[in-house]
Nanobody, 116 residues
Framework: QVQLVESGGGLVQPGGSLRLSCTVS????????MGWYRRTPGKSARVLVA????????NYADSVKGRFTISTDASENTIKLRMSHLKPKDTAVYYC?????????WGQGSKDTASS
């Protein structure tokens, strides 16, 4: 069983930046995949924002390339998402996600709003 606890995020003006962190309850080196997804208002599906397979390179949704950066910190057991140049359309609930022993685990969700 894996537990994910998200922190960070909040309300920011368009053009601003936010950082999300996801603390993982197990050793991150055992994870097969780590990523961030979001669900925008009025939508039911969670859509990939950024992800990385173990030992691989990050991949990003086209809509966030050049503005968002996913990173990991094994010393803190965290997955981070740095979001910059935020736009109103980035307003969503953001979820961290990991794959462990071929099972998906999700964080509780972090509501982030870019609005003036």
């Amino acid at each position: 069983q894996v537990q994910l606890v998200e922190s960070g995020g909040g309300l920011v003006q368009p053009g601003g930046s936010l950082r999300l962190s996801c603390t993982v309850s197990i050793n991150m080196f055992s994870l097969e995949y780590m990523g961030w997804y979001r669900r925008t208002p009025g939508k039911s599906a969670r859509v990939l924002v950024a992800g990385i397979f173990s030992g691989g390179q990050p991949n990003y949704a086209d809509s966030v390339k050049g503005r968002f950066t996913i990173s990991t910190d094994a010393s803190e057991n965290t997955i981070k998402l740095r979001m910059s140049h935020l736009k109103p359309k980035d307003t969503a609930v953001y979820y961290c996600n990991v794959l462990y022993h071929r099972r998906n685990y999700w964080g509780q969700g972090s509501k982030d709003t870019a609005s003036s």
